[in-house]
């Protein structure tokens, strides 16, 4: 598989997030709404399904699929501490005063133990420094190519 068909079945794959999360449809209307087949459509169901998503399918013919909302209940502890320790080193690896960051460490901690929430001490973000992590995630997440200058400082 080509790079560039790689890159197309990506972005396909996210507007078909999107629209499976907003109602459901058949395989027609979607292979018409992403200008693809009804091949790649199913072939990309079960990818989704492979890689987690939560596809379902109503019952009656034509099948309509859509992506069923996560379940909401007791947050994993373990999972919600793994995950806001993601962030912070995140963070540290590329410091900015991003509100983004801020408010998703807000959110992330608010799944935390009670007895670990007094621990994690998150300040409203200060300064005016380039936002790093934000223009990386938008890029990453569009699929777009990051311009960067690597500066070397010798000794």
């Known amino acids: ?72 209940g007791e947050p994993d502890p373990v999972r919600a501490v793994i995950t806001h320790a993601l962030l912070r080193m995140l963070h540290h690896h590329a410091p900015t005063p991003s509100r983004v960051y801020h408010r998703a460490a807000l959110e992330l901690s608010e799944a935390l133990p009670e007895k670990l929430r007094a621990g994690v001490p998150l300040h409203e973000p200060q300064g005016d420094t380039p936002r790093i992590l934000e223009t990386l995630a938008a890029a990453w997440c569009w699929g777009q190519a990051v311009e960067f200058t690597l500066r070397i400082r010798w000794s």
């Open 1 to 72: 598989m080509t790079v560039t068909r790689k890159r197309g079945q990506g972005q396909r794959l996210l507007r078909l997030i999107r629209l499976l999360q907003q109602d459901a449809f058949d395989t027609a209307t979607l292979a018409d709404s992403l200008a693809c087949t009804q091949q790649e459509i199913q072939r990309d169901l079960r990818l989704l399904r492979s890689e987690g998503w939560n596809v379902q399918e109503t019952s009656k013919r034509p099948k309509r699929y859509f992506l069923a909302p996560e379940s909401v």
